[in-house]
């Protein structure tokens, strides 16, 4: 271990010990497995074992919202028992994890549990979504989402301010969509909606631009195409990328009945709202510069027999813009891109794709799983295809759920709002009886999840005191997700890497468990580092605050993993500190960092 930080052995049974130990390999056990990934109930099974025993409120549990309303209805008529609602400790880091991407400060979660008012939980999660901290991860999350990155140039800096900025002030996200959609400019360093716009560009011809015409730098067909497909999947919840080779049928009969009934030329049609749109490279010494674009809509339009460096050949037919969902024509008066928002975000699949994919990441998994993978044809129970399951697990509620959505003005903190203060987001993970595999669907537990490598980073700065070093324009920040792209370095990146960090090439992944992943926070500088008693860290701190190692001991739970230790726990550690006070207070706030029940929001 760093600088003489041992390995914490007079805790064991209670605290991580060293990588082949048998009580470190039970708790990672979810981290160790990585195998097809298992449903997500089954992960929350073996994670909630690793968990200390929590007393949550049981008996019937009340309908707080109409969430609760179809999801226990549902349980009460198919005979299926609920966990009960979680403690109030856990409660709060689960907000805090899940709105914020933080963990809480010991002084929050004392006050809240100091708290004997009865609507205190609805009061905190409309704490939460007022600080800046939400707007970072959920600004952070639509970055990752278009995968903000060099590919904009300076672009994405703009791009990340503006998208704080609609957070904040709960902008439309109906708005926003369009904004994003229908963006001109005549350089994507001043107008930041037009980022979504460049980042998908495809780089066409190569070598100098001649006589200034520098739009074959850029293949302008493929780019469209980039952007239906885009658009389709964040803002319809329909994945494109098939029709945009071939049709449907005769392929995605056992995938997706619904693209079945779609074909290549629909999704030229979906593209052509994009047809009169350029995306030109600035210039400067006869060089493009790829950053760096003009957004304009002057071209002609979509060319159904244009070449196509990223799909089979194009073969022909009608390129005038239809809606992928019904085939509306856009309006001949109107401009293109225009119509392709307004038809959007008008459909109900709109709101229905919006509702799902934030009902999913609060929630553990959506009503449609996988959120973005939507199948049309299976959503109504009355009107199913032969051979067919449905595919949403309580289509009354997804169906209610958008529609409160859009009653609400398309505002994502009142969505957040309604499935937080459900009392289905507040059930313990911890369940009482056997869990069986299908009782994931009727969400009758609270899904753990792992944590993203941006909240592991920025958890382990709140739990040490021991920030960061990153970059949001000019300033230094100390938060992972305060920056605006993936800026690690050394060990650093390797540590986040390894945690799933996207690098924005491709599209996010939900974190994934590897081998890699405890043998980092067992030995990675990243976190021995931190626990040292040196620079200002956590440790340093209450060392030189209190004598009284129980106190220390307290401190270092509570602000590592939101929970007081129980009388066995605390005797070990202060036994520990009693040996050395230095290196057990270090060795203590290590073994914390090592268990999973620091690793997942539960």
Known sequence: MTRGLLIFGTAAGLFAQAA????????????????????????????ARALPAAAGRGGKIARANFVDTHIFGKMERD????????TDAEFFRRASLDLTGRIPSPAELTAFLDDKSPNKRARAIDAFIETE????????????QFRANGKMGRG??????????????????DDVARSMMNASAKSNLVVAASNVLVREHVEGKPGQAVDGNDISKVHQLDTHDELAIQFGKMFLGINLSCVSCHDGAGHLEKVNVWLTSRTRRDFFAFAAFLGKTRYIPHLENRMAIMGHFIVDDLATGYDTKGASLLRT??????????FILTREAAKPTEEPRDEMGRLLTADPQFARATANMFFAKLMGRGIVEPYDEFDLARQDPKNLPAGWDLQPSHPELLNELAADFRKSGFKLK???????????????????????ENYSKYF??????????????DALVSATGRPGAFKYGNEKVGMAMQSSVPTATGELKSFMVAFGQSNRSNPPRPPAASPLQPLLLLRSPVVTERVLAEKDSRVQRLLDT??????????LFVGTLSRYPSAGEKKLAVDAMAANRVEGAQNVQWALVNLAEFLYNY
Not at 79 to 86: C, E, F, H, K, Q
Not at 313 to 322: E, H, L, Q, T, V
Request: net charge neutral; proline share 7%.
């Open 444 to 457: 009758a537990r609270k899904f753990v999840r792992m944590l993203s490598a941006e909240e592991v980073h």
């Open 313 to 322: 050949p194009r073969w022909g037919g009608p390129g005038k813009p239809a």
């Open 546 to 555: 209190y004598k009284d190692d129980n106190k220390v001991v307290e401190e």
């Open 79 to 86: 005979g299926v028992v609920s966990a009960p609602l979680t």
């Open 133 to 144: 901290a939400f707007v970072e991860k959920w600004s952070y999350f639509f970055l990752d």
């Open 20 to 47: 082949g130990d048998d009580t470190f390999a039970g708790a990672h056990a979810p981290i160790l497995n990585n195998a097809k990934k298992p449903d997500v109930g089954a992960v929350t099974d073996r994670v």
């Open 414 to 436: 009142h969505l957040f709002r309604t499935i937080c203060n459900s009392n289905a987001y507040q059930l313990s993970a911890q369940y009482p009886g056997e869990w069986k």
């Open 156 to 173: 994405y800096q703009l791009f990340h301010y503006w998208l704080k900025d609609a957070i904040r002030s709960d902008r439309p996200y």
